[in-house]
């Protein structure tokens, strides 16, 4: 079974700086998808950024990149120039690629709060 | 039209009531989920519709009956709850069950506080 694994519960950052979030994850497939996902007080789940696993770049979206090391199975969010709106909970999630179930497998959460 | 709505944001119910929550997309997404939140928690999966189908049930009490009357609409229709059911109650969609470029889209969920 897949587990996903996020051991920071809570992290606070200043304005401005860059802050790193931590996820790892256990499985023995070969193909999969990575995301992370935001939300905020509103509630909203909203898509960060995605990554691939049989794609070797890491993605990026705009103040967001990830850092994909697939033999470790990590799968860290860095938020560069961190705004008071990044403020929120976020998942990291797996998905199986093909799977039948179509189920992603979230963690437990980071809870960030960017301090003014 | 890029959004997942839940109506109602907030709903109180007893126990001995019936009550349905309502999720709708217009992106022509053919695979909509329900997940269930309990606070400080990630997501649980409980059911998955794929082309109006059920595709998956998570082991999910019976007291919980979802509905897809048609690929823009799903329902989850409630009945003789208990309070550990309160939660936030969580619609999405995507374009195909196995298809994630886009990942998921999520609506802003329904907040349920059974009494």
């Known amino acids: 079974a897949q587990t996903v694994t996020q051991s920071q519960p809570e992290m606070s950052v200043q304005e401005a700086e860059t802050v790193t979030l931590s996820c790892t994850y256990d499985?023995?497939?070969?193909?999969?998808?990575l995301f992370w996902y935001k939300q905020p007080p509103s509630r909203q789940m909203i898509l960060v950024i995605r990554?691939?696993?049989?794609?070797?770049q890491n993605a990026t979206e705009n103040r967001f990149s990830v850092n994909f090391q697939k033999a470790a199975k990590s799968f860290s969010l860095k938020i560069s120039d961190s705004q008071l709106g990044d403020t929120a909970m976020y998942f990291c999630?797996?998905?199986?690629?093909?799977?039948?179930?179509?189920?992603?497998?979230f963690g437990k959460g980071t809870k960030l709060s960017v301090k003014p | 039209d890029t959004e997942v709505t839940q109506t109602p944001k907030h709903l109180v119910m007893g126990m001995t009531n019936k009550k349905s929550l309502k999720c709708e997309q217009h992106?022509?997404?053919?695979?909509m989920y329900w997940y269930k939140q309990k606070a400080k928690k990630p997501p649980e999966l409980m059911f998955v519709?794929?082309?109006?189908?059920?595709?998956i049930n998570e082991s999910v009490p019976s007291r919980f009956s979802p509905e897809c009357p048609n690929s823009s609409l799903l329902n989850l229709h409630l009945h003789a709850l208990q309070p550990e059911d309160s939660a936030l109650y969580l619609c999405?969609?995507?374009?195909?069950?196995?298809?994630?470029?886009?990942?998921?889209?999520f609506g802003s969920g329904t907040r349920l506080t059974v009494v």
């Open positions: 999405a969609s995507s374009q195909e069950l196995r298809e994630l470029n886009y990942g998921y889209t």
């Open positions: 992106m022509g997404h053919r695979a």
């Open positions: 519709y794929s082309y109006e189908k059920l595709s």
């Open positions: 499985t023995s497939e070969n193909n999969y998808y």
């Open positions: 999630a797996f998905m199986n690629y093909g799977g039948s179930q179509g189920n992603l497998i």
């Open positions: 990554q691939e696993a049989y794609k070797q």
